[in-house]
C-alpha cells in the first residue's frame, strides 16, 4: 500500500486502542512504565553496542516509526544499528533475555507494514550491514550483508557482463536483507523467478543468538529446506545477516511488443494465449485505459488512448532468440485480437514503452490525492472476470481504480484513487480493497502476490486460511521462536483475530466504528 | 473429487489418525522407487498412497498442475506432453514410475536443475494431511504468492517426516523448441572451467556433465539461439538418440557408475576444482554434483574403507559442500552430511510441531527424527 503524504492524518484518527489491536497486543503501558522500560532496555543494549548505535530520543526514533506503508505509525522503544553480526547477536541476546520484542529493518520500503515498530521493542536497523563481501564473476555469485541495496548489487556485477535478477520497484533503495524477508518480486519473475529462486543461501541469527547458515554455494543441502521456509516470513523467523545471491548472465539484447486491444477481457485472453503457445516472455504486463490516460500525459510513452488496455510483452537473449520470439509474440497477439502493435527498435524506445508502466504508482498520485495499492495474484485465465468484477466495484464504492498488472504472473496491482480529506473516502478504498482480496482468494489466488503481509493484509489472511492453517504457521514460529519476540502482530492473524474480522463481515456494509481505517 | 478419490482419501486420514492415536509408526510410500534414499528408517506399518491419485487440474495456459500424491509420474507427463510441456526439474525414476507424491517428498532433480532450476523451484502449493487427520493448505496454484509462511517449499524433500503430503500443484514450462547435445574430449579440470565459463555468458545451456574424459554440454531453446550456441562452443554433435540415452542414463541412474552398490554423491559449489579423492568421478549439473562409485577407488570392492568416510565428508565440507552416502553400509553418523546443531535442533521442534507423537517415516530423514 502506498498513500501520499496527505493522508497521514488519517494515522493520528487511531485511538492507541485500536492501534493496539492492529499490532496484535492487548493492553498498553503508562509513559511512566514506558519510560523505566526504555531506560533498562536502552542500558543492557548500551553494554554490548557503543552509546551512538542505540537510539533513544524521540527524534532520533522519528524516522522509523513508519515503513513504506505510512499510514501506521508506531514509535519504537528503541533503535539499535548493530555494525557487526556479532553485534547482531549481542542485541537479540540481550532482547532474548529481557523478553523485548525486535522488528527487523532493512532499507524500510515495504508496502505491508512488515516493519512497522513494536511500542515496547526495539527496531533493529541493519541499514550498516551493508557491504557487499564477495562478487565471484566465476561462481556468478555475490555474497552480500543484508543491508546492500537491491540495484547496487546488479551494478557491482555489471562489468563482468551479469546482473541480480529480482527487480521491484523499489530497487533503488530497498535492500537484500528486507527482499529475502518479503520474497521480492519484479517485473521478470516469470522468467527469472522470485527473490527465493535468486538466492542460494544465507546466515542469520535465530532470538536465541545461534547462528545459522542455510543453503550456501552447493546446489542442495541436507535435512528440511528451512531456507525456502525462511524466504518471505517477513522478520518473524530468522535475523538475516548474511546473504548469497546468483548472478545471470545479462542479456545480449531485449525487445518489446506493446500491443493495444478494444477490450480489456481480449487482452487477458492474449496473456494466456501467449502462454499456451509456449512463450515465456522476459515480462508481460498489462496497463487499462485508465491507467494509461493517466501516465501518458507525464512519461509520453506513445500509448495508444483510444485502446481499453494495452500489453507489453519483452523478449529477452541473443538477438537471434529474440528476432524468433518478437515474430511468435506478434503473430499470437494478432490472432488474440490485437488492434494495433509497436516493436521497440532501440533501447531507447524499450526504455520509453516501459516508462509509462514503471511510473503508474507516481502517475496515480498526479492525478488523485491518494491512492491505495492492491497486491493479489490469480490464476492468469481469470484477468478477464476480475477486470469486469473491479469495475462493478468502482461503481460500488464511487471510486476510480486504475489497473496495472503483472499479467504474465496474474499479480494484480489495482490503484485505488480516493481522497483522504473526504469524508468516508478512505473507508470506501479501503472496503474496495479487501473486496479485490476477497476475489482474489475466490478466484483460486492469493492476497499477496509480492508485497507481504505485514500488518496491513493481516486480516485479509482469515479469509485465505483456515483456523488449522494459521495454527500451523504460528507452530513454525513457535519453533524459531517460542517466546514470539521476533516481529510479534504481523503476518499471521491469531484466531481472536479472525473472530474479529469475521464478524464484521456478517454486517457487510454497515462496519462497527466505520470510522477506524482498517488494514 | 470423485467418489473413489473420496473414499482414497477418507481411507488414509482414518490410518494417520489412528497411528496417532495408537502412538504406531506409519511409512508412507508411493510406488517404492526411493526406498534407498534417506537414512535406515525405523520399523514402521507400511502406508501405500497410490489408491488417492488422478490429475486434479491441468490448464496448460496456467502453466500449472494439480495432482493427488498417488498419481503416476508417467500419468503426468503423458498429460504435459500432449500440450508440449513438462516438467523442467526432471525428476529421476530409477527405472520405474514414480508417484508424483513421492517425487515431491523427496525433492530430487535431474540434470537440468543446474539451469532450469530444482524441485523446489516448481513447488507452488502443497496439501498437507497432518498427524490429527486435518487437511492444511499451504501456497495454491499461482505463480506468486507471499501469504503466510512457505511451507509447500519446507514439504519439498521432507521425507514425508511432517505429514501426509496429499495433493501438490507444479509450475511446469513449455517444452523447448530445439535441443542439441555437444561433446567435447577434455580432462575435468578443463571441464570444470569451462562450465564454468559457459554458465556466465548468455548461453542456452541445459545441462552440462563429465565423465571418463569426455564433457557432454546440452543445448536448449529458441531454434536460432541453440544453432548460434552451437557454433559459438565448437565441440561434436551428438545424434538425439544417443544425446536421450545419455542424459536419461543420468537423470533415471541408468549410468553404470550411478548403478554400483557403493556410491556416494557429492554436493559441492560448481566451481570446485577435481576433489582429492582416490576415484575419478561422474560430473553433473556443472559441477555442483560429483559421484563417486567406491570413494577408495577400488570399484570393485562393494564395501568402501571405513575411514575413508570421514575423509569424504571432510573433502566435502571443505570445498562448502556435502557428502551423501547415497547407496552402500550406512556410516556410523548417517547417510545424509550432519547438520549444525543449532539447525539440527530446529529439525527437532518442527518436527514435534507438525507430528508430536512422531508417526510420519519416523528416522528417514534425520536419526532419531
Known amino acids: 500500500m502506498r498513500i501520499s503524504l496527505r493522508s497521514l492524518s488519517i494515522s493520528f484518527a487511531h485511538s492507541s486502542k485500536e492501534k493496539a489491536k492492529l499490532l496484535g497486543r492487548g493492553g ?105 563481501l564477495e562478487i565471484n564473476p566465476k561462481a556468478r555469485t555475490a555474497r552480500l550483508q543484508p543491508g546492500v541495496r537491491n540495484l547496487k548489487v546488479s551494478e557491482a556485477a555489471a562489468p563482468h557482463g551479469l546482473y541480480y535478477a529480482p527487480d521491484p520497484s523499489s530497487q533503488i533503495a530497498c535492500s537484500i536483507g528486507g527482499n529475502v524477508a518479503e520474497n521480492s518480486g519484479g517485473v521478470h519473475c516469470l522468467k527469472y523467478g522470485l527473490t527465493f529462486h535468486n538466492v542460494l543461501g544465507i546466515r542469520g541469527l535465530t532470538i536465541d543468538g545461534d547462528l545459522i547458515e542455510l543453503g550456501g554455494a552447493a546446489l542442495d543441502y541436507p535435512g528440511l529446506d528451512l531456507l525456502a521456509l525462511v524466504i518471505g516470513s517477513e522478520g518473524l523467523l530468522v535475523v538475516v545477516t548474511e546473504v548469497l545471491v546468483k548472478l545471470i548472465p545479462r542479456p545480449q539484447l531485449a525487445r518489446v511488443v506493446m500491443a493495444s486491444f478494444g477490450d480489456v477481457c481480449h487482452a487477458g485472453d492474449a496473456v494466456a494465449a501467449i502462454i499456451a503457445a509456449g512463450i515465456i516472455p522476459a515480462g508481460l504486463e498489462m496497463m487499462d485505459r485508465k491507467a494509461t490516460v493517466a501516465v501518458e500525459p507525464f512519461v509520453k510513452a506513445g500509448y495508444d488512448l483510444s485502446a481499453e488496455a494495452i500489453l507489453l510483452a519483452e523478449a529477452d537473449g541473443t538477438p537471434e532468440e529474440v528476432e524468433e520470439q518478437i515474430a511468435e509474440i506478434e503473430g499470437v497477439l494478432k490472432t488474440a485480437g490485437a488492434t494495433a502493435m509497436v516493436i521497440s527498435n532501440s533501447e531507447a524506445e524499450r526504455l520509453r514503452f516501459w516508462s509509462g508502466r514503471k511510473n503508474a504508482f507516481p502517475a496515480a498520485g498526479r492525478v488523485s490525492p491518494d491512492y491505495y495499492c492492491m497486491d493479489g495474484t490469480i490464476p492468469r485465465k481469470n484477468l478477464g472476470p476480475m477486470l469486469k468484477a473491479i469495475e462493478d466495484m468502482e461503481a460500488r464504492h464511487a471510486l476510480k481504480c486504475m489497473n496495472v498488472f503483472h499479467a504474465g504472473d496474474g499479480n494484480l496491482h489495482p490503484l485505488i484513487l480516493f481522497d483522504a480529506n473526504s469524508p468516508g473516502e478512505w473507508e470506501r478504498a479501503d472496503r474496495f480493497g479487501a473486496e479485490i482480496l476477497e476475489l482474489c482468494v475466490q478466484l483460486g489466488g492469493t492476497i499477496t502476490g509480492e508485497h507481504g503481509v505485514g500488518i496491513e493484509k493481516i486480516n485479509s489472511m482469515c479469509v485465505q486460511f483456515s483456523d488449522a492453517e494459521r495454527d500451523m504457521f504460528f507452530n513454525v514460529k513457535a519453533a524459531f521462536d517460542a517466546l514470539g519476540l521476533l516481529n510479534p502482530g504481523k503476518a499471521i492473524p491469531t484466531l481472536a483475530r479472525c473472530a474479529e474480522y469475521g464478524k464484521m463481515h456478517v454486517h457487510g456494509g454497515a462496519l462497527p466504528h466505520a470510522e477506524l481505517p482498517r488494514f | 473429487m470423485s467418489n473413489s478419490a473420496d473414499a482414497a482419501l477418507a481411507d488414509l486420514r482414518e490410518r494417520v489418525i489412528a497411528a496417532h492415536q495408537r502412538r504406531r509408526p506409519i511409512r508412507l510410500r508411493g510406488a517404492g522407487t526411493k526406498d534407498f534414499y534417506g537414512e535406515d528408517a525405523t520399523e514402521a506399518e507400511l502406508l501405500d498412497v497410490r489408491p488417492y491419485c488422478g490429475i486434479v487440474d491441468y490448464e496448460p495456459s496456467e502453466l500449472v498442475i494439480t495432482a493427488r500424491c498417488g498419481t503416476s509420474l508417467s500419468e503426468i ?237 571432510a573433502v566435502a565440507a571443505a570445498a562448502g559442500g556435502t557428502a551423501l552416502c547415497w547407496r552402500g553400509p550406512t556410516p556410523a553418523n548417517g547417510r545424509f552430511h550432519p547438520l549444525q546443531p543449532a539447525v539440527t535442533a530446529l529439525h527437532r521442534r518442527l518436527k514435534d510441531r507438525f507430528d508430536p507423537h512422531g508417526i510420519f517415516n519416523p528416522g528417514r530423514l534425520i536419526a532419531g527424527l
Open chain 1, 28 to 132: 498498553y503501558r503508562s509513559r511512566y512504565d514506558e519510560g523505566m522500560r526504555q531506560a533498562e532496555v536502552a542500558a543492557a543494549l548500551r553494554q554490548v553496542l557503543p552509546t551512538e548505535c542505540v537510539l533513544s530520543r524521540d527524534e532520533e526514533l522519528r524516522p522509523y516509526e513508519c515503513d513504506g506503508l505510512s499510514v501506521m505509525r508506531q514509535m519504537p522503544l528503541l533503535v539499535a544499528l548493530p555494525r557487526t553480526e556479532d553485534e547482531v547477536r549481542q542485541v537479540l541476546l540481550t532482547c532474548r533475555r529481557l523478553e523485548v520484542p525486535v522488528v527487523a529493518r532493512g532499507a524500510g520500503t515495504g508496502l505491508s507494514g512488515g516493519a512497522t515498530p513494536h511500542e515496547s521493542g526495539v527496531l533493529l536497523s541493519l541499514a550498516r550491514l551493508n557491504q557487499i
Open chain 2, 77 to 313: 507427463e503423458a498429460a504435459l506432453a500432449q500440450h508440449d510441456q513438462f516438467l523442467a526439474f526432471e525428476p529421476p525414476t530409477f527405472g520405474a514410475d514414480p508417484t508424483i507424491g513421492g517425487v515431491f517428498a523427496a525433492g530430487l532433480s535431474g540434470p537440468r536443475r543446474m539451469y532450469a532450476g530444482a524441485a523446489r523451484d516448481f513447488v507452488l502449493g502443497a496439501t498437507l494431511l497432518d498427524a490429527q487427520g486435518k487437511t492444511l493448505r499451504f501456497g495454491g496454484q499461482v505463480m506468486k504468492n507471499v501469504a503466510g509462511f512457505d511451507v509447500s517449499r519446507l514439504l519439498c524433500g521432507s521425507l514425508g517426516i511432517l505429514g501426509l503430503i496429499t495433493d501438490v500443484s507444479l509450475k511446469v514450462l513449455p517444452r523447448p523448441r530445439a535441443e542439441e547435445t555437444l561433446r567435447f574430449e577434455m580432462p575435468a579440470r578443463e571441464a570444470i572451467d569451462n562450465f564454468n565459463r559457459w554458465g556466465g555468458q548468455s548461453l542456452p545451456l541445459s545441462a552440462a556433465a563429465w565423465c571418463a574424459g569426455v564433457a557432454w554440454v546440452r543445448l536448449s531453446g529458441a531454434t536460432a539461439a541453440v544453432r548460434a550456441a552451437q557454433e559459438r562452443l565448437g565441440g561434436e554433435r551428438v545424434d538425439s538418440a544417443t544425446a536421450t540415452t545419455w542424459w536419461n542414463a543420468l537423470r533415471h541412474s541408468a549410468h553404470p557408475v550411478l548403478k554400483s552398490p557403493s556410491l556416494w554423491r557429492l554436493s559441492v559449489p560448481d566451481t570446485t576444482p577435481p576433489l582429492d579423492l582416490p576415484s575419478e568421478p561422474l560430473i553433473d549439473w556443472g559441477g555442483a554434483v560429483r559421484w563417486y562409485a567406491d570413494a577408495t577407488g577400488d570399484m570393485t570392492t562393494p564395501t568402501p574403507d571405513a575411514a575413508a568416510i570421514p575423509n569424504i565428508r
